[in-house]
């Protein structure tokens, strides 16, 4: 492991004993989320993956390291508007070198976490290819070739459900349904995709785990958690958000990193708050399964 790279005492301390961890990413709190639903975010994820009975590891770039697992304290830094700088895989090394505060993606945290043998991670929805651009998210690519299970609620709903599913097959990522046959879409509960594969309970996720780990598979395996049922928005007011949300983006020239955080923030406001209220019922939702996920693997 590299001397740039370390888990927190409390994570170390649990990795050395076998108990379960869960990894997050910081990109959520830093650009994500508006204060102070970030820092009210960060507190009941923390909180979910608690009372599972597993260590929360939240990840980022602070004081030219990269550290997997976060005070309270350093963690509340992200909450900041401006403070920190998006971090995906590819930007670790800049970060690092420059001394920046770096708000970790799903990209590089799920690398961060399984170099340091956190094997369980989680998010919101995950990056994918997106419809008029055909830009296409570093998350994908990194799930290829990192061996961690991420729970998440399926592709965010800014980006093509269909072409993002079919890169992911293409990739050789399992996605695996929690409770359901069709691909959730964020704060949408379900496409038309149909899953080939499901689970029911955390067991049955923890025993592909283990065989992702005895197999030395490469990829990750992306277990996907619909949006609580009560806070699940209408398919079709929501793609209608996007699209305009979309013209709003070409119009400002919106580009790169700031396409995702424009994009949500947006679909927010033209919600009436609706979309935020998912995201926020989904990701505790989403911390809570990982935790129980990380302690079926771990005591089994």
Same mark, same amino acid.
């Given at each position: 492991? $590299? +001397?740039?790279?370390?888990? $927190?005492?409390?994570?170390?301390? /649990? %990795? =050395? $004993?076998?108990?379960?961890?869960? =990894?997050? +990413?910081?990109?959520?709190?830093?650009?994500? %989320?508006?204060?102070?639903?970030n820092i009210e975010c960060a507190q009941r994820m923390t909180a979910a993956i608690r009372a599972s009975g597993a260590t929360p590891a939240w990840t980022a770039v602070v004081e030219s390291e990269v550290r997997v697992g976060l005070t309270d304290r350093q963690l509340e830094a992200f909450a900041d508007p401006g403070r920190s700088s998006k971090v995906a895989r590819r930007d670790i090394a800049f970060a690092v070198a420059n001394g920046l505060l770096g708000a970790t993606t799903v990209s590089a945290t799920i690398w961060a976490a399984s170099e340091v043998g956190v094997r369980i991670c989680v998010t919101?929805?995950?990056?994918?290819?997106?419809?008029? $651009?055909?830009?296409?998210?570093?998350?994908?690519l990194e799930l290829s070739r990192t061996s961690v299970l991420l729970v998440c609620s399926g592709p965010k709903s800014i980006v093509d459900p269909i072409a993002t599913a079919e890169r992911l097959d293409e990739l050789g990522i399992a996605t695996v349904g929690y409770r359901t046959d069709l691909l959730p879409f964020f704060v949408v509960a379900a496409t038309g995709v149909e899953l080939d594969q499901r689970v029911d309970d955390a067991a049955a996720a923890a025993r592909l785990v283990r065989a992702q780990e005895s197999l030395r598979s490469a990829a990750a395996i992306l277990l996907c958690n619909p949006v609580p049922a009560a806070f699940a928005?209408?398919? =079709?007011?929501?793609?209608?958000?996007?699209?305009?949300?979309?013209?709003? =983006?070409?119009?400002?020239?919106?580009?790169?990193? /700031?396409?995702?955080?424009?994009?949500?923030?947006?679909? /927010?406001?033209?919600?009436?708050?609706?979309?935020?209220? /998912?995201? %926020?019922?989904?990701?505790e939702s989403n911390a809570r399964l990982a935790g129980e996920v990380a302690v079926a693997a771990a005591t089994a």
């Open positions: 492991m $590299s +001397e740039l790279l370390l888990p $927190s005492e409390e994570v170390g301390d /649990a %990795l =050395a $004993s076998g108990r379960a961890v869960v =990894a997050l +990413e910081t990109s959520v709190i830093g650009q994500g %989320l508006p204060p102070p639903r919101g929805g995950i990056g994918g290819v997106h419809t008029r $651009s055909g830009d296409v998210s570093a998350d994908l928005l209408d398919a =079709a007011e929501v793609a209608n958000a996007v699209r305009a949300c979309e013209d709003d =983006a070409e119009r400002d020239r919106i580009r790169g990193k /700031a396409v995702t955080p424009f994009l949500l923030s947006c679909v /927010a406001a033209r919600t009436d708050g609706s979309s935020l209220e /998912a995201n %926020l019922a989904l990701l």
